[in-house]
């Protein structure tokens, strides 16, 4: 499975960003998307994570001001992200799971100036 991440960019805080991530093949509705991030000497943190059925999972850094939604039919993922403050700035991943494997995308930077 090959994930192409797209929508990142240079925004200013308080400004608004939506990313993209399509799955080169069927990813189950039961299956985990997502998304993770990492800021430069930072490890990889959660941002946000969807299975149908489920409630979104959320980092803490982000809740309330990002929203995870997924269209099934078109194997995608979206991450609207509001209210972006600087410490939002990092390389955005997009996450997947099927059949017991992990897929990472090649990753989006997002900027967001002071």
């Known amino acids: 499975v090959q994930l192409q991440a797209s929508g990142g960019g240079l925004v200013q805080a308080g400004g608004s960003l939506r990313l993209s991530c399509t799955a080169s093949r069927t990813i189950l509705s039961s299956n985990v998307m997502g998304w993770y991030r990492q800021a430069p000497g930072k490890q990889r943190e959660l941002v946000a994570t969807l299975r149908s059925g489920r409630d979104a999972n959320y980092g803490d850094s982000v809740f309330g001001r990002f929203a995870i939604s997924r269209d099934n039919a078109k194997d995608t993922v979206y991450l609207q992200m509001n209210s972006l403050k600087p410490g939002d700035t990092a390389v955005y991943y997009c996450?997947?799971?099927?059949?017991?494997?992990?897929?990472w995308g090649q990753g989006t930077q997002v900027t967001v100036s002071s």
């Open positions: 996450y997947a799971r099927q059949e017991g494997s992990a897929y």
